[in-house]
Nanobody
Framework: VQLQASGGGLVQPGGSLRLSCAPS????????IGWFRQAPGKEREGVSC??????KYADSVKVRFTIFSDNDTNTVSLKMDNLKPEDTAVYYC????????????????????WGQGTQVTVSS
């Protein structure tokens, strides 16, 4: 099982980016998908997640970030608006079988499948 994260880059404060996560070998209906990030010298933290029952967001990104899925392309996207320098990090998408969790989680240890990460840098 693999998850391919893409869409990172360099953006100025206040700008926007859209990250995409494309799992291979399973469909979105089989798993909960989460987005996480890790800044230099810091622990990996949860950003957002999505499942059939809904979505969750970390307080630090509420209102600014939106997670959504596209079953036709089997992709989960994270739209990030009004980006701040503190959003700079490597962003990872992760998956866990729906049979293991009742709903999605933004806790790192809840997930057992991880992508390789994509760098997001917010700087002027």
């Amino acid at each position: 099982v693999q998850l391919q994260a893409s869409g990172g880059g360099l953006v100025q404060p206040g700008g926007s980016l859209r990250l995409s996560c494309a799992p291979s070998r399973f469909t979105l209906g089989w798993a909960h998908i989460g987005w996480f990030r890790q800044a230099p010298g810091k622990e990996r933290e949860g950003v957002s997640c999505i499942s059939r029952s809904g979505t969750k967001y970390a307080d630090s990104v509420k209102v600014r970030f939106t997670i959504f899925s596209d079953n036709d392309t089997n992709t989960v996207s994270l739209k990030m608006d009004n980006l701040k320098p503190e959003d700079t990090a490597v962003y990872y998408c992760a998956g866990v079988q729906r049979s293991r969790l009742l709903s999605c989680s933004i806790v790192v240890s809840s997930y057992n499948y991880w992508g390789q990460g994509t760098q997001v840098t917010v700087s002027s």
